[in-house]
């Protein structure tokens, strides 16, 4: 593995701790990812030196915390190349971004007996707004499904997006399958059809260069405390023409430009979006994120955990009655393996990797769609990221056969 790789567990204070006696091995990156020192410690600067409210005031530590706040766009905008730093808006999560579109920008374009697609794989956060926007709107929701290797049955797609078709929403990486679907061909064949795409990013914007222009996305979401920052700070990109057209749809401070008794107007885009106190101290970790891994750089940083990855797969194929969900090609994972373990639970599975220090995901993941067309109710979930070592990933094998012995009586 590449040298500048080999000490980066230091400035991720948590990785130092103990599992019930046992070194921390920290495999579940797709949920929430580690905080370096130098997040945290620009969060505690801001802190402790220049904490004010954002907008309103007109003395020095004002000034100071929204030039701070406001700078942090300019870094999301270069950070995803897109054009402008306008067209990013601060959400509290992914979550919240897609909700956002789908509330705002959905009730815009659809109406009744219009189609909204979407993947079979998609979490419940890019599912549920457009389950809820067709019922609404009576249109009709969509799914493509996948080849026989789990990946995106591209047929289908082309076969589903018509001319009625008004929105795409789609993952760009499985938090499941690890897959990486082709967003670039998507947003063209939907864009031939007159449809918006909107692309969950969550999965993919911490491990490898996403660049919105040329991907054509209409919309694309991320959150922070996926790619090394805090919880409760996502970002929203959208096209600058599309938020332009776009209604607020919470109201209060920040967000207006003028208000009387019976009228108010609204701010431009994108501070019309963002109302109330926002997450200041997670805007500024979430700069202090993107300067750590542009430091790296994300072309090195998706190589590294594609050798992690390389190097794990076979090892857990090796592993007799475990099941890998998904492509049988290691590069198609993207650092995220799921599988079953014969037939243990995989709450069973997971804890007992806890007792040795192996820290895992288990259950549905908010796809239950997905596991329904898998055939199961939940799986085991590995996810790695560039702080990950080969000595962690040989210590997560050795526990799966711990736990074999354990709960089966199994060695191989």
């Given at each position: ?246 209604p607020p749809v919470q109201f209060g401070g920040e ?130 990221s560039f702080y990950n070592s080969v000595e962690d ?20």
């Amino acid at each position: 593995m590449p040298n500048k790789f080999k000490n980066l567990s230091h400035d991720f204070p948590i990785l130092k701790r103990k599992i019930n006696d046992e070194p921390l091995v920290y495999l579940d990156n797709a949920a929430t990812s580690q905080t370096p020192n130098q997040v945290l410690n620009r969060i505690g600067d801001f802190y402790q030196h220049s904490n004010a409210n954002v907008h309103r005031g007109v003395y020095t530590l004002a000034n100071e915390a929204t030039a701070a706040y406001e700078q942090v766009r300019n870094q999301v905008a270069a950070f995803i190349n897109a054009p402008s730093a306008k067209s990013i808006v601060y959400t509290r999560s992914t979550t919240d971004s897609l909700n956002l579109i789908a509330t705002s920008f959905g009730n815009l374009v659809v109406t009744q007996g219009d189609e909204i697609l979407i993947t079979i794989m998609e979490h419940h956060s890019n599912l549920i707004p457009w389950q809820q926007l067709a019922k609404r709107k009576h249109a009709t929701l969509r799914y493509v499904e996948l080849n026989a290797d789990q990946t995106l049955d591209m047929a289908d797609l082309k076969h589903k997006l018509t001319n009625k078709t008004k929105i795409v929403a789609i993952t760009q990486t499985s938090n499941v399958l690890g897959v990486t679907n082709p967003i670039k061909e998507i947003a063209k064949l939907a864009h031939q059809h007159q449809a918006y795409i909107v692309v969950d990013a969550a999965q993919s914007v911490a491990h490898q260069k996403v660049d919105v222009q040329d991907l054509d996305a209409d919309f694309l979401t991320f959150s922070g405390h996926k790619m090394l920052a805090t919880t409760g700070i996502g970002v929203c990109y959208g096209k600058p023409e599309l938020l332009a057209e776009m209604p607020p749809v919470q109201f209060g401070g920040e967000m207006i430009e003028s208000v009387s008794r019976t009228n108010a107007t609204w701010q431009a885009a994108p501070w019309k979006f963002e109302a109330g106190t926002p997450n200041i101290g997670g805007v500024i970790g979430l700069g202090a994120a993107i300067d750590y891994l542009s430091e790296i750089g994300m072309a090195e940083i998706n190589a590294r955990e594609q050798q992690l990855t390389a190097y794990l797969f076979p090892k857990l194929t090796a592993v007799n009655k475990l099941t890998i969900y998904g492509s049988k090609e290691a590069s198609q994972h993207a650092g995220i393996i799921s599988f079953n373990l014969g037939q243990l639970h995989p709450h069973d599975v997971a804890t007992g990797l806890d007792m040795l220090g192996v820290e895992v995901r288990a259950g549905h993941h908010c796809a239950q769609p997905l596991m329904a067309t898998l055939g199961v109710q939940a799986t085991v979930r590995a996810s790695l990221s560039f702080y990950n070592s080969v000595e962690d990933l040989d210590r997560f094998v050795q526990a799966i056969q711990m736990v074999k012995e354990f709960f089966a009586g199994e060695s191989k």
